[in-house]
């Protein structure tokens, strides 16, 4: 029977899961499975598996930089609202950017929410030229 890297992986992807979210714990559950399966295309399904890994992890990070300081509550409510806009729970990574000026910018994987002075600027210069 031949397995297919990517098809194998997607599955590994579901157990490396808790509440949804891939763990640290779940993955080294998983990576200690392969170990003992002894795979023939093993680089090929861990190449696979890493790289859905690594999309899980972009897609469930919200990231919030900001200047200045954030009250607890202003970030309990930036959360809540970037969980309801994308229908599942988030893990946070806050990270002060004095650059930004003031504001915030928000990340979750390629999409870009950004309420800083900087980045109204940087908007307002390109309009000029």
Request: zero cysteines; charged letters at 25%; proline letters at 2%.
């Amino acid at each position: 029977m031949n397995i297919q890297p990517e098809a194998l992986a997607t599955k590994l992807l579901q157990l490396s899961k808790e509440d949804g979210l891939v763990t640290s714990a779940a993955v080294e559950k998983v990576l200690s499975g392969l170990r003992e399966l002894n795979l023939r295309n093993s680089k090929a399904v861990l190449n696979a598996y890493l790289s859905l890994v690594k999309k899980a992890i972009r897609e469930q990070t919200v990231t919030i930089e900001y200047a200045g300081s954030l009250t607890p509550e202003a970030l309990k409510t930036i959360i809540a609202k970037y969980e309801e806009q994308y229908a599942r729970k988030l893990e946070v990574v806050t990270q002060e950017t004095p650059d930004l000026i003031a504001g915030v910018r928000v990340s979750v994987a390629d999409d870009v929410y950004d309420a800083s002075v900087a980045g109204r600027l940087q908007t307002l210069a390109s309009q000029v030229q």
